[in-house]
């Protein structure tokens, strides 16, 4: 993440934390909030807010997904599919008035179509289609639709858009197949303070297609 002087900033540094459904988003930021929280990563700097440290209560996590259920920020119900048509413009204007209520320096935003908001970096997760499927499969979700997400995830779908949304510069791949939620929660950590350089196309799962 680039440097950038606090005091210019007028609102929380945002991140998105993004990836195919599956691939350990929600787990892994409340694991990192609860872990900034316990004040595991106090050594650590922000690396984009000059004298802001991971200390307790600097970094918020808002799990998107629940604010589109509890707030109905979607247009329509795909039945088929089983799942909402999300209205991307009102999910925007929720997320700038979450933002202007926290008193956090940092906001992570953890959704698979975080990446379609206005944010300063991206962090990618990313799991073997194979695993992926079978995560899908064990929360309930219908084998058609488990199928189309690891499809998705072998062809990179979610990297490209935040690529193509954010540039390279500001994109984070992170690989999470074996990597526990601890681990995982370390990366994004690792990311926020700076010591993880930007990455794109460093994963690649072309042997499941």
């Known amino acids: 993440m680039t440097g950038t002087d ?19 988003k929600s787990t892994a930021t409340a694991r990192l909030a609860e872990r900034v929280d316990a004040g595991e990563y106090a050594d650590r700097s922000v690396d984009e807010l000059e004298g802001v440290a991971l200390e307790p209560g600097r970094v918020d996590v808002a799990h998107l997904n629940d604010a589109i ?11 088929e599919r089983d799942s909402v048509v999300v209205d991307l413009d009102a999910l925007a204007a929720w997320v700038d008035e979450y933002v202007a209520g926290t008193d ?8 698979h179509l975080a990446h379609h908001l206005d944010v300063d970096s ?8 194979e695993t992926l499927e079978t ?3 064990e929360r309930g ?10 499809e998705s995830e072998a062809l990179d779908v979610v990297l490209g ?28 950590a690792a990311v926020l303070s700076g010591s993880r350089d930007p990455s794109a196309g460093t994963v690649d799962y072309i042997d499941y297609l």
Do not use: F, M, Q, W
């Open 69 to 79: 259920e509890s707030e109905t920020l979607y247009d329509d119900v795909d039945e």
């Open 161 to 188: 858009e935040s690529v193509n949304a954010h540039g390279t510069d500001a994109v984070y791949e992170i690989e999470t197949t074996d990597t526990d939620p601890d681990g995982v929660a370390d990366a994004l």
């Open 6 to 24: 606090h005091d210019a900033r007028t609102e929380p540094l945002r991140v998105a934390v993004t990836g195919t459904p599956g691939t350990g």
């Open 122 to 129: 991206v962090a990618v997760l990313r799991c073997h289609p």
């Open 104 to 111: 956090a320096d940092v906001v992570v935003l953890d959704s």
């Open 141 to 150: 979700e219908p084998a058609p639709k488990a199928a189309e997400n690891a």
């Open 135 to 137: 995560r899908l499969r």
